[in-house]
């Protein structure tokens, strides 16, 4: 069963930094894309950053300059640095991944992070 297990969410104040990780597994093959959204409160879910195999990267202007999207094929994995974060940077961050299996596409959704920038 494919799982993705994301880490690094907290509470922040603002100018501070977090990294999250995201690791995808359980038999899961041909990751295109992996990436992050946010919903914030009362908001409808935002694009942050994804990052593609063939190393083409998508940041929203939101956040460019300030996020970092990275990512390490063999484990899997995508890294979100975030910089000199905001009050309004506070959301439920989702780790996302978009493939094709079996000729399929597929899609699947971490659990959400919560992070939370206040002084």
């Known amino acids: 069963q494919v799982q993705l297990v994301e880490s690094g969410g907290g509470l922040v104040q603002p100018g501070g930094s977090l990294r999250l990780s995201c690791t995808a597994s359980g038999g899961i093959f041909n990751i295109n894309t992996m990436g992050w959204y946010r919903r914030a409160p009362g908001k409808q879910r935002e694009l942050v950053a994804t990052f593609e195999t063939s190393g083409t990267t998508n940041v929203a202007d939101s956040v460019k300059g300030r996020f970092t999207i990275s990512r390490d094929n063999a484990k899997n994995t995508v890294y979100l640095q975030m910089n000199s974060l905001k009050p309004e940077d506070t959301a439920v961050y989702y780790c996302?991944?978009?493939?094709?299996?079996?000729?399929?596409?597929?899609?699947?959704w971490g659990q959400g992070t919560q992070v939370t920038v206040s002084s």
């Open positions: 996302n991944v978009l493939g094709i299996m079996n000729l399929r596409p597929y899609t699947y």
